[in-house]
């Protein structure tokens, strides 16, 4: 009872904020519309009960008459509800499409919200494979949520009308056995609900493992998938370290759970079908075999014998609401708990850069970025860089060395606020661009000129602009190409790649400019030329470059190496130029 009252909470707190969103209009609109229609959809089936009463009786009273009229009562009654069970499906899936494009606007924002996808990830989450929260689980919660929501309110109305029909019949058709009437009111009402109550207490027991299997179905089902696109997006290295047949093996190994499990769902759904498909087959029978003493008996007429068992077959049917729609709302409780684990990951994600056993980058009036009392730690808590009183300033060109391991990238990480495990504050010009530059830059799949100067729009620098980047840069041969929609990262070479970045940082001109071993995969000569065109075009720019080539040195001020210190890590400025940078030391 409180896992459902908790899981009742959790959807609430997902479904409604659409309600109460720019959207509400419209969503509010089209859900009332939806429910007006499940409710005269109700209406129109207590008409039906009805007219089975007169139906039958003038079949049994072979009155022509009637019977003509009646034939035509039921077309006017059919049309009715063909036309609103078209447009309630039509009006449902307006909303449905409405919800799930707010929904997924909002969890893109978030995930994609100042490196929360990034922290979700440092952090190891639960919320894996957020790809199929924001693409499978937000369709199928819009989905289920309404058809539970709907199906649960139809079930109500429809109680509540049939069970006062049935009351009725109750008393015209009592109970008799054996010859005997025993006058229990509303008998045929509590039979249903006795039978209806025994069919939801067996289902529930018997599918219950369901919930549980159905949530790590989608889990090995999202896994299985997700190391497919490892393997597409790896396939080069794949192919050349000969790599098929151990991801052959790994890839069984995660299609193997999702065979034991779908065997595990199979025998339960096997259980839980012969059962239900039992009850609902004996449902057919069982009110005949209450009435049919009365009948026989010549209490009641046929048509107030198809009427019963047909009321009886309603009421039952929506007592057993939780029976039929048993393994709807199994998956609908495993995408609930899954979209909640995605949205406390989101939040756990956002706060963890405000806490304040962070590291908190702030801004500050100054031309130089100043890194004080700072400690980077590893996510398992153990301590890494240690920098206190340490400034890179404006214009300056440094070169950041030390062993690998020691946690260089992950002093760019910290200044780009996107690393949040540890304590200390780096103070950043205020409104500073800065531009990180890995050894593997990002191209997003478009056209290059899109590539190039991402993040910016395409069109945020002109065909001219880019062409001349490219061409300095030492790729005029794509200057042609920029037109072109391809999977960059995967065409071009690795040392192209890490020109095109070049390329980007030209066009951008940022004020910071972090290179992490952005030009490694360049012969010496053409990193050198890099470097020049760099100082050339960028005068104003500060240089931070990680990398190990001693051929850097002539292209940077001054280099600062990490050195051990213990347990940690600490910045060493090596050359007389940066010496007057009194250094560092450990912050705790
Ligand atoms: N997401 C992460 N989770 C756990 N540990 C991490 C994570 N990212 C980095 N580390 C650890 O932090 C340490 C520093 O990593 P970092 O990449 O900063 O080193 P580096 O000095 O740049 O190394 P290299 O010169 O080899 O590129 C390493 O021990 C690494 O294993």
Not at 549 to 575: A, C, N, Q, W, Y
Request: charged fraction near 20%.
């Amino acid at each position: 009872m409180n896992n459902l009252r908790s899981t009742l909470a959790i959807v609430w707190r997902i479904a409604i904020p659409y309600f109460r969103s720019e959207d509400k209009v419209a969503g509010r609109s089209l859900l009332a519309a939806v429910i007006a229609i499940e409710l005269s959809l109700v209406a129109i089936d207590v008409l039906v009960n009805q007219w089975y009463n007169r139906f039958y009786n003038a079949l049994q009273d072979r009155n022509w008459s009637t019977f003509t009229w009646e034939l035509g009562v039921f077309i006017v009654l059919a049309s009715v509800s063909v036309a609103l069970s078209v447009y309630q499906l039509y009006l449902n899936q307006w909303l449905q499409i409405r919800w799930r494009q707010w929904m997924t606007r909002v969890y893109l924002s978030q995930w994609l919200d100042r490196a929360n996808h990034y922290r979700m990830q440092l952090k190891g989450d639960a919320a894996d494979n957020p790809d199929q929260r924001i693409a499978d689980d937000v369709q199928m919660f819009v989905e289920k949520t309404l058809s539970i929501t709907i199906g649960l309110l139809s079930s109500i109305v429809t109680l509540a009308s049939f069970v006062v029909i049935l009351w009725g019949l109750s008393e015209a058709a009592p109970l008799t056995i054996g010859g005997q009437e025993f006058a229990i009111p509303g008998y045929l009402v509590w039979a249903a609900l006795i039978y209806a109550i025994f069919g939801t207490a067996l289902t529930h027991w018997i599918g219950s493992p369901l919930v549980n299997l159905s949530f790590q179905q989608q889990r090995f089902e999202a896994d299985f998938r997700f190391n497919l696109v490892r393997v597409r997006e790896n396939s080069e290295q794949i192919a050349l370290l000969r790599g098929e047949h151990a991801e052959r093996g790994r890839l069984m190994d995660r299609f193997g759970s999702v065979i034991d499990n779908w065997y595990n769902i199979m025998s339960r759904t096997k259980r839980l079908t012969a059962f239900t498909a039992s009850y609902s087959q004996a449902a057919v029978i069982f009110p005949f075999i209450l009435t049919a003493p009365a009948y026989f008996a010549g209490k009641i007429q046929l048509g107030g014998m198809l009427q019963t068992s047909s009321a009886f077959g309603s009421v039952q049917k929506a007592l057993s609401f939780f029976v039929s729609a048993y393994r709807t709302l199994a998956d609908w409780r495993a995408i609930v708990a899954r979209l909640d684990g995605f949205e406390m990951s989101i939040e756990s994600a956002a706060t963890l850069s405000s806490e304040p056993q962070t590291v908190g980058v702030v801004d500050h009036a100054g031309d130089s970025i100043e890194l004080a009392q700072l400690l980077l730690k590893l996510p398992n808590g153990l301590p890494l860089i240690a920098a206190d009183g340490f400034s890179i300033k404006s214009s300056e060109r440094t070169l950041l060395t030390g062993p690998s391991g020691a946690g260089k990238s992950t002093l760019f990480r910290a200044i780009a606020g996107v690393w949040p495990f540890g304590s200390g504050a780096i103070s950043v010009p205020a409104h500073a661009k800065l531009m990180m530059l890995p050894q593997r830059p990002y191209f997003p799949i478009g056209t290059l000129q899109a590539a190039i100067v991402y993040p910016a729009a395409p069109d945020s620098f002109s065909v001219e602009q880019v062409k001349d980047a490219v061409a300095a840069v030492g790729l005029p041969q794509l200057a042609d190409r920029l037109d072109e929609d391809a999977h960059w990262n995967r065409m071009l070479s690795l040392g192209e790649q890490q020109r095109l970045g070049m390329a980007r940082a030209l066009l951008h001109g940022p004020q910071y400019l972090f290179l992490d071993e952005a030009t490694a995969s360049l012969d010496e000569p053409s990193e050198a030329r890099l470097y020049r065109v760099i100082a050339e075009r960028l005068p104003q720019t500060t240089v931070v470059s990680i990398g190990h080539r001693s051929t850097l040195h002539d292209f940077h001020d001054r280099k600062v190496e990490l050195i051990r210190e213990g347990d940690r890590f600490t910045l060493r400025p090596t050359t007389p130029a940066a010496a007057a940078d009194a250094p560092t030391g450990g912050a705790e």
